[in-house]
């Protein structure tokens, strides 16, 4: 639902579409193809989470930067990608395929701060629901195929998986998954000293649920940010900075206390990064609330357009995807279980 409005101000897409609240047909790159996507057909950021997801459903437990790789060379064909992925991407399977070990490829990682790990590793939250600290970890693991630990782009990542986790447990809130996200907000920054004086993750989340505070409604929320980020079309994904777009997210679900629809429809009308902005603000709040807070309509049109996608790494429907990564989180349960007696 962002995607066909990523990239714009908040103005244009009141200009154009009044209120969007609907899944429309799109155009991606297109410099380089000029293929009309179906209402509901998922993008680059998505492309990634599914890799996730497999590799977690093949492992059917917590997966290894190894693991995600193995998953790329198998699965990815970079005829394909060009129209699903950005150039990056491809750079890192071509790289992954010519040797270099996959907890290497994030060092030739040149966006330290853009947004990627944190929009598409959802799975690395689900698979240790529960365990926030697991997730964290896990994301510092598996985000080495993204970036360096010094970057704030897996900084940001950790402190969201791990929220998603606690947002998993149960009888979370929206409180505990607040706090949840407080506590790792400074988790394992001391790998970062050298960027000290430019660390705000701290400041930047509490400047965020501040505003989800003092704000009536989404569209104010909306002004508060636009007041702080702007710009940054200057450089490649200047709109698409980790700091802006997770910050935002855990504003806007604390706005609308973990409500998924609510969440997706103010994160794509608040212009900017929007399909982004929708992952991590409706990921959260699915984590909490579940999928019955989304129309079926949603659900059931993003499925069609996937079973129609001649260019997506897998076409597992919705309902496939979290059923692989429930039994997947189970049989990593089962053994946990099965440790603790044999070492009681």
């Known amino acids: 639902m962002g995607a066909p409005v990523e990239g714009w101000p908040h103005e244009e897409v009141r200009r154009r579409h009044g209120l969007l609240d609907r899944l429309l047909p799109y155009r991606h790159y297109v410099e380089e193809t000029n293929w009309r996507r179906l209402p509901g057909t998922t ?4 492309e990634r989470q599914k890799l996730i997801s497999t590799a977690i459903i093949e492992k059917r437990d917590r997966i290894l930067a190894q693991d995600l790789v193995a998953v790329w060379i198998r699965d990815l064909e970079p005829r394909k990608m060009t129209y699903k992925q950005e150039a990056f991407d491809r750079s890192l399977l071509e790289m992954a395929r010519a040797g270099v070990p996959p907890v290497e490829l994030g060092r030739l990682w040149p966006y330290p701060n853009v947004v990627s790990m944190a929009r598409a590793s959802h799975p690395l939250g689900l698979i240790n629901a ?3 600290r697991a997730a964290a970890d896990d994301t510092f693991e598996v985000g080495k195929v993204y970036g360096k630990e010094t970057y704030f782009g897996l900084r940001w990542g950790a402190l969201y ?14 409180e505990s998954v607040l706090a949840t996200a407080r506590e790792f907000a400074g988790y394992r920054a001391e790998g970062a000293k050298l960027f000290a004086r430019y660390d705000t ?13 003092e704000s009536a409604d989404w569209r104010d929320l909306r002004s508060r940010f636009a007041s702080v980020y702007f710009g940054g079309g200057y450089f490649n994904y200047g709109m698409a900075q980790a700091n802006e777009i997770v910050a935002k997210g855990f504003g806007i679900f604390a706005l609308v206390r973990g409500d998924p629809e609510a969440a997706i429809i103010a994160a794509v009308n608040f212009g900017r990064d929007t399909d982004c902005l929708a992952a991590v603000a409706g990921g959260l709040s699915g984590a909490l609330s579940g999928i019955r807070g989304l129309p079926g309509q949603w659900v059931a049109q993003v499925n069609r357009a996937t079973r129609a996608d001649p260019y997506t790494n897998n076409r597992r429907t919705i309902e496939q995807t979290a059923d692989g990564l429930l039994r997947a989180f189970r049989a990593r349960r089962a053994r946990q279980v099965a440790w603790a007696r044999k070492m009681s």
């Open 43 to 46: 993008e680059d950021g998505i």
């Open 130 to 132: 529960g365990d926030p």
């Open 161 to 174: 998986n791990a929220a998603i986790a606690s947002a998993c447990t149960p009888g979370a809130t929206v």
């Open 201 to 213: 993750v701290r400041s930047d989340l509490d400047q965020a649920l501040d505003f989800a505070g």
